[in-house]
């Protein structure tokens, strides 16, 4: 029932909630009380060394994609913020690769500071709210879905125990052998280790104009509606009116993975549509189309394209847009008003966003894995 | 029935008790069941729900070679069943999903509109059934249904043909897989090979050597006994002793694979951790007594589909009949278990008998099938529909539908 009824404040303890209906729909001012407060991440322990260690080497090999030719670095690579920014001629890459014989539909979001997302979502994961919440669950969601890696997590165990290096990290880590498990468990632990360090906003190094752009963010230009607490979202679905990317639909690749992913989902009419339904996939109701969840804003620096469909390049569209109240999308409501801001304003809030990103940026060294399998070489002499 | 085919049933009927009454002679104690005859192949069983038409063919004919139905869009039914390699594909162990191999020989798909049980396991008793299962086996095409379904539903000319030939407004994958199931059965069932006109009277059609070999595998070498009927196949199972490939000992890929299909057959870990072969038809009944039997594999066109036995363990056929001249071998699970079938014992043959067999075996084998491979379709951008906006899709009834299933 979560997903279909949430609730946002509720889990927090946060008294004197107000719904998200009344504040969005109010004209009155703002006021940054009544939303969770941002602020630094809350410290949680770093993850086992040696287990970051395994799950980095995972997250780096390909032969956990089914026909091993991506890995989870393909689309959310190290040197791009964890997402995607570039394909491979260096142009910008609004919506992300996929498996090969499919293409994505939507923009790969960071993975920095994932382990927080549990903490401040409320519905599930993705732009659409489609995936689990949970991020063993997503990791392994990611790994077996068609269109991400299609890997059978049986042969993920299979080839875990094919390759000495895993063999002797199990061991290390898990005293036990290989299993998918072990290596979901790894690649968790890798990406608690992706968070955000040196951010001007968690280390108080912040401009006057940064302060000043945190002002409007949390007064005049209502950001703090749903770009609040800590991890900078409130987890939910809204519809902003973001534009279409209509690349998903005039690329024939883009097109059926859409509609693939939606018929699994039981979305009705699978074939007329010609927008992303967002949330609306998982929740069915017709007032949840074209919602999307609100991301995340740190480390927005390293992550453009913005928006699900990555339709906007930088930061500044991104606040002329809002400035405007957002997008049309009738008949549905927008949850926005046109802002009024002034230039420097704008200027302003670019800063604060700016500030929400590492000052050095979060990264890893690519690992090289090699992709051939050794025989067991007492095959017979040894069990399986 | 043409009155041809009333003959040929005749004609069958006839010989059925021609070796009713011979089969005493043929085999004496320890001879399991009555063995059907060497027949000509009638024409071939059509599905009731499944007819077969010209264009449903020519449809499937697509199908088959289209990549659109596997994972990642790189490989076809094609690719290891190749109309050059026999429709089979050549390596001992078939070439898998990229990234993988498989575990077993490749079959070949000439005829199979004749079997009642497909694949080696013989897990698949229609070929409506087995395809899905080959192109969703992750070990082989990796598909799912409904990224496979998407793209044929991408690509206007199934559109256009899916209409004509199912009616359907968009393609329906369950319709691909009887699509494939005709365009086999239609266009690659073999006709009057030279076994199927000698058997029909016509007695220059074997050579004198092929005749010769051809009473060895009825007689003395008993092949008969599981190689029979007009498929040369009982469908029966059993463990000959087959030897355990050595890629399984050599290679990583092929580990892998392995252990991969005991876990994914859910045998007991105890099994799981000590077997080092592939236990055939356990994994389907999980009786010890049935690991390491495999269904009798038809002999028809055998002579283009060299690697020979479950997982192409023999080269050609002088190694298949040596391997039973010499009583069939043994394996881990005849070890494990004593289940190697009782009817192989040596036979004794001479070399000039050794030849025979391989010669009827290779005229039998009829006409190699080569056709051209049609143009694979490709993907259409989709016309607009209403439904672009909200507002049209209001119009279209969509909230209408949504309220009635009581979700509005």
Same mark, same amino acid.
């Given at each position: ?384 | ?20 009454? $011979? ?11 009555? *063995? ?34 596997? %994972? ?13 390699? $026999? ?25 199979? $509109?004749?079997? %009642? ?19 969703? !086996? ?74 010769? %070999?051809?009473?060895?595998?009825? !007689? ?56 080092? *072969? ?49 009583? %069939? ?18 036979? $004794? ?60």
């Amino acid at each position: 029932m979560l997903r279909n009824k949430p609730n946002r404040l509720w889990h927090r303890g946060v008294t004197g909630a107000v719904t998200l209906a009344a504040v969005l729909g109010s004209s009155a001012a703002v006021f940054a009380a009544e939303y969770p407060a941002l602020g630094p991440l809350p410290e949680k322990k770093a993850p086992k060394a040696s287990l970051v260690e395994m799950g980095k080497r995972l997250f780096f090999d390909e032969r956990l994609s089914g026909d091993g030719a991506i890995s989870c670095a393909t689309c959310h690579d190290p040197a791009e913020g964890f997402s995607k920014r570039t394909d491979e001629n260096g142009k910008p890459q609004a919506l992300s690769d996929a498996y090969p014989g499919t293409k994505h539909f939507r923009n790969a979001p960071t993975l920095i500071n994932t382990r927080y997302k549990a903490d401040f979502a409320n519905v599930g994961w993705g732009w659409g709210g489609h995936i689990g919440a949970n991020l063993n669950d997503v990791v392994r969601d990611q790994i077996t879905e068609t269109m991400i890696m299609n890997l059978d997590m049986r042969i993920m165990h299979e080839r875990m125990k094919q390759d000495p290096v895993y063999v002797k990290m199990c061991k290390e880590n898990f005293n036990g052998e290989c299993s998918s498990g072990k290596g979901r468990n790894a690649l968790v632990a890798f990406m608690d280790s992706l968070v955000s360090k040196d951010a001007p906003f968690d280390t108080g190094n912040m401009s006057a104009a940064a302060k000043r752009g945190q002002k409007l963010f949390e007064g005049k230009a209502k950001c703090i509606q749903c770009h609040n607490g800590p991890y900078l979202s409130d987890g939910m679905p809204h519809n902003t009116g973001v534009p279409e990317n209509m690349e998903v639909f005039t690329n024939p690749m883009r097109h059926l993975t859409y509609r693939s992913v939606i018929t699994n989902h039981g979305t009705p009419k699978p074939d007329i549509w010609r927008r992303d339904v967002g949330y609306f996939m998982v929740s069915r109701k017709y007032a949840d189309v074209g919602k999307f969840i609100t991301p995340t804003l740190r480390e927005l620096k390293y992550t453009a394209p913005y928006m699900h469909n990555g339709t906007m390049a930088t930061l500044e569209e991104v606040v002329e847009f809002y400035d405007r109240g957002g997008g049309k999308d009738d008949p549905l409501a927008v949850e926005l008003e046109p802002l009024g801001l002034k230039a420097s304003e704008k200027k302003d809030l670019v800063t604060f966003l700016e500030s929400l990103s590492s000052a050095t940026p979060v990264t890893v060294e690519k690992v090289e894995v090699p992709q051939k399998y050794e025989p067991i070489g007492n095959w017979l002499q040894v069990h399986n | 029935m043409k009155p041809t085919e009333k003959i040929l049933n005749l004609l069958m009927l006839v010989a059925c008790a021609g070796l009713a009454a $011979g089969a005493a002679i043929v085999l004496a104690a320890g001879d399991p069941d009555v *063995d059907p005859p060497l027949a000509p192949l009638p024409a071939v069983p059509e599905p009731p729900d499944n007819p077969i038409t010209k264009a449903k063919a020519e449809l499937g004919a697509m199908l088959f070679f289209d990549p659109k139905l596997t %994972g990642d869009a790189s490989l076809s039914c094609g690719d290891c069943h190749d109309p050059k390699q $026999g429709w089979a594909f050549a390596d001992p162990i078939s070439r898998g999903y990229p990234g993988t191999v498989h575990w077993r020989n490749s079959q070949t798909v000439v005829n199979t $509109g004749f079997l %009642g049980k497909l694949f080696w396991q013989g897990n698949s008793n229609s070929l409506e059934k087995q395809a899905p299962t080959a192109n969703k !086996g992750a070990v082989a095409g990796n598909g799912e249904d409904d990224v496979m379904e998407a793209r044929l539903r991408q690509t206007p000319e199934y559109i256009k043909r899916f209409k004509e030939v199912f009616g359907t407004s968009q393609p329906n994958l369950g319709h691909a897989w009887m699509a494939i199931a005709t365009f086999e059965r239609a266009m690659l069932t073999q006709k009057d090979t030279p076994l199927d006109r000698y058997l029909k009277g016509d007695k220059s059609a074997l050579s004198a050597k092929a005749v010769e %070999g051809m009473n060895l595998f009825t !007689g003395k070498a008993n092949c008969i006994e599981c190689h029979n009927g007009p498929m040369l196949t009982d469908e029966k199972y059993y463990n000959t002793g087959v030897s355990r490939p050595v890629e399984f000992e050599e290679t990583g890929m092929n580990q892998i694979t392995f252990r991969w299909e005991n876990y994914a057959k859910g045998v007991h870990e105890k099994k799981y951790r000590e077997w080092k *072969d592939d236990a055939g038809l356990y994994y389907t009944t999980k009786r010890d007594k049935d690991a390491g039997k495999f269904r009798t594999p038809p002999l028809r066109y055998v002579a283009f589909t060299a690697p020979y036995m479950h997982a192409g363990q023999l080269f050609t056929l002088e190694e298949v009949v040596d391997f039973y001249n010499d009583g %069939g071998g043994t394996n881990e699970f005849t070890e494990r278990y004593g289940n190697k079938t009782p009817i192989l014992q040596p036979l $004794g043959l001479s070399d000039g008998e050794k030849e025979s067999i391989v010669a009827f075996l290779e005229e039998l084998s009829g006409e190699e099938i080569i056709m051209p491979i049609p143009k694979v379709p490709e993907y259409g951008v989709m016309p607009d529909v209403p439904g672009l906006t909200q507002a049209q899709a209001k119009r279209i009834g969509l909230e209408t539908y949504l309220s009635s299933r009581g979700q509005q």
